[in-house]
T-cell receptor, first 112, second 117 residues
Framework: EDQVTQSPEALRLQEGESSSLNCSYTVSGLRGLFWYRQDPGKGPEFLFTLYSAGEEKEKERLKATLTKKESFLHITAPKPEDSATYLCAVSPRGTSYGKLTFGQGTILTVHP | EPEVTQTPSHQVTQMGQEVILRCVPISNHLYFYWYRQILGQKVEFLVSFYNNEISEKSEIFDDQFSVERPDGSNFTLKIRSTKLEDSAMYFC???????????????FGSGTQLSVL
C-alpha cells in the first residue's frame, strides 16, 4: 500500500531560523513527488515536482530534495509569510496520473 | 493567473439531503478531480474524470456520489443522500495532462466546506 508520512507534525521557527521538513514515502513505483503549500481555509497550492532520486528544486527560500525513500523541504531564513501547512504527495505508478496520495502535512509557524 | 473556482465556499445541509458542489476548472485543462479533507485528516482522492468518463474512483466514492461535466466549463460533484460522515472540505482540481517527464501537476480550488447536520 502506498504511504506518505510527514514529520514533524508542527514546527515553530523564529524568523531567519532555517530548518527542514521531512516526507517519507513508500510506493510501488514513483511517478512523481509533489510539495504543496496550504493556507488555512484554502486549497493546496503547487510548489514543486520531483521525479527521481538526487533531484533538487528551488523557489525563493524553499529547496526540495528527493532520495529513494524520502524528500526534504528545506526552508532558509524563513519569514512570517512562510507560515502555512506544507503537504507532500506522491503519484504512484499504476494508478491514474492525477491520483495523489498525501501525507498529513507539517504545520509551519514562523514568528517575527 | 488562471485558477480553479469552487462554489459555494460553505454548504450546510441536513442528513439525507442531496447536495451539488460546483467547480469551474482552468479553461484549457482536460483532467478533473475531486478530493476531500476531513478535519484533521489527510487530503484523500475521490475520483478522476476525463473525456466525460470516470477514470478511477476510490472506495469512498460509492453509489451515493456522482460527477458530471454538464457543459464546457463546469464540473460537479453530487452526493445523493448525505451522511454525517460526509462532512468535510471538498476540493476540485484540474490539470492539463502529463508534463514532459510523465507526471501530472494538479491545480486545486479553494474548496467547499460541507457540513451535514
Amino acid at each position: 500500500e502506498d504511504q506518505v508520512t510527514q514529520s514533524p507534525e508542527a514546527l515553530r521557527l523564529q524568523e531567519g531560523e532555517s530548518s527542514s521538513l521531512n516526507c517519507s514515502y513508500t510506493v510501488s513505483g514513483l511517478r512523481g513527488l509533489f510539495w504543496y503549500r496550504q493556507d488555512p481555509g484554502k486549497g493546496p497550492e503547487f510548489l514543486f515536482t520531483l521525479y527521481s532520486a538526487g533531484e533538487e528544486k528551488e523557489k525563493e527560500r524553499l529547496k526540495a530534495t528527493l532520495t529513494k525513500k524520502e524528500s526534504f523541504l528545506h526552508i532558509t531564513a524563513p519569514k512570517p509569510e512562510d507560515s502555512a501547512t506544507y503537504l507532500c504527495a506522491v503519484s504512484p505508478r499504476g494508478t491514474s496520473y492525477g491520483k495523489l496520495t498525501f501525507g498529513q502535512g507539517t504545520i509551519l509557524t514562523v514568528h517575527p | 493567473e488562471p485558477e480553479v473556482t469552487q462554489t459555494p465556499s460553505h454548504q450546510v445541509t441536513q442528513m439525507g439531503q442531496e447536495v451539488i458542489l460546483r467547480c469551474v476548472p482552468i479553461s484549457n485543462h482536460l483532467y478533473f478531480y475531486w478530493y476531500r479533507q476531513i478535519l484533521g485528516q489527510k487530503v484523500e482522492f475521490l475520483v478522476s474524470f476525463y473525456n466525460n468518463e470516470i477514470s478511477e474512483k476510490s472506495e469512498i466514492f460509492d453509489d451515493q456520489f456522482s460527477v458530471e461535466r454538464p457543459d464546457g466549463s463546469n464540473f460537479t460533484l453530487k452526493i445523493r443522500s448525505t451522511k454525517l460522515e460526509d462532512s468535510a472540505m471538498y476540493f476540485c482540481a484540474s490539470s492539463e495532462g502529463l508534463d514532459a517527464r510523465g507526471a501530472e501537476k494538479l491545480f486545486f480550488g479553494s474548496g467547499t466546506q460541507l457540513s451535514v447536520l
